[in-house]
């Protein structure tokens, strides 16, 4: 999930609706396998491809109305929820195959987890397609200025719908390994989802306003809500107060990131 809110970031735009895109991808699959009796495999790929779709579709809407993609996903957000809610009936999904929750829940060799072995090879890809292809640096140039991208002969709007797919597409993958290790599926299952992607994108150095950041800073931001997540875990804290302690946390990174920029900003003036 985070690799594809990552390029998304890094792009110049903003997903909201992430979370709600992973549990409808999550339902789609559940659904397929329980209720509409689907094969696994083509289950899987139905799901992988409604995440999609949702990605196009919240790329295609901010290019073609030229609205941000924070307001698009804003609104996206609430009717992705609404049709997760019509397909489930406001039900958990229950009782789910084995061999699904071994996406989740499963181990290679019986040592390497399975969900850590995808992690590795979508950090991989992403980081090659990112770093040595055309499409990675278009979407660097696109994110740090699209007027200056577009003068180049960059297709500006092209390059932002086919990264909103690209993240559609990686966060179907997390659908898939979240749904493996809850073993059920519902509308709230990736509820919060969307702020803890941001909040390690912009730990690990990806500007909020794109052009900026590399894969790997923000996997380290991953790992450092997870220390944070199980320090206060041992610790006693509740739900509520890990909320106030990643509020903060976020707070404490923009505010940094916007007062390292504005100082670079006044030393070339100077110069």
């Known amino acids: 999930m985070v690799a594809g809110v990552s390029l998304i970031m890094i792009s110049g735009g903003t997903d909201l609706s992430v979370a709600y895109e992973m549990s409808l991808s999550a339902i789609v699959i559940a659904a397929a396998v329980m209720w509409w009796n689907i094969p696994l495999v083509i289950a899987v790929i139905l799901g992988v491809l409604t995440a999609t779709i949702l990605g196009l579709i919240n790329g295609s809407l901010s290019v073609r109305f030229k609205i941000h993609p924070m307001m698009i996903t804003l609104a996206t957000m609430t009717i992705f929820k609404g ?7 406001s039900q958990s999904i229950f009782n789910l ?5 071994y996406l989740g829940q ?3 060799l019986d040592y390497i ?8 090879i979508v950090v991989f890809i992403v980081s090659l397609l990112l770093n040595k292809t055309y499409l990675g640096r278009y979407t660097y140039a696109v994110g740090s200025n ?5 003068l180049a002969g960059i297709n500006v709007g092209l390059t932002k719908t086919i990264v ?6 990686l966060i179907g993958i997390g659908s898939v390994v979240l749904l493996g290790r809850a073993g059920s599926a519902n509308v709230l299952m990736a509820q919060g989802a969307e702020f803890d992607a941001i909040t390690a994108c912009v730990l690990g150095g990806i500007a909020l306003k794109g052009g900026e950041g590399k894969l790997w800073g923000a996997i380290t931001g991953v790992f450092i809500l997870g220390i944070l997540a199980n320090g206060m875990q041992l610790l006693g804290l509740d739900l509520n107060a890990q ?14 990131d916007t007062y390292q920029k504005s100082k670079m900003h006044v030393k070339k003036e100077e110069k």
Do not use: H
Request: hydrophobic share 55%.
């Open 97 to 101: 195959p084995a061999s699904l929750k």
């Open 113 to 120: 987890p399975v969900s850590l072995f995808a992690m590795i």
């Open 106 to 108: 499963g181990r290679i």
């Open 83 to 89: 049709v997760a809610y019509l397909i489930t009936k």
């Open 243 to 256: 909320y106030i302690a990643k509020g903060i946390l976020l707070i404490s990174a923009i505010g940094f």
């Open 164 to 169: 909103f797919g690209i993240g559609g597409f």
């Open 146 to 150: 699209p007027e200056a991208a577009r």
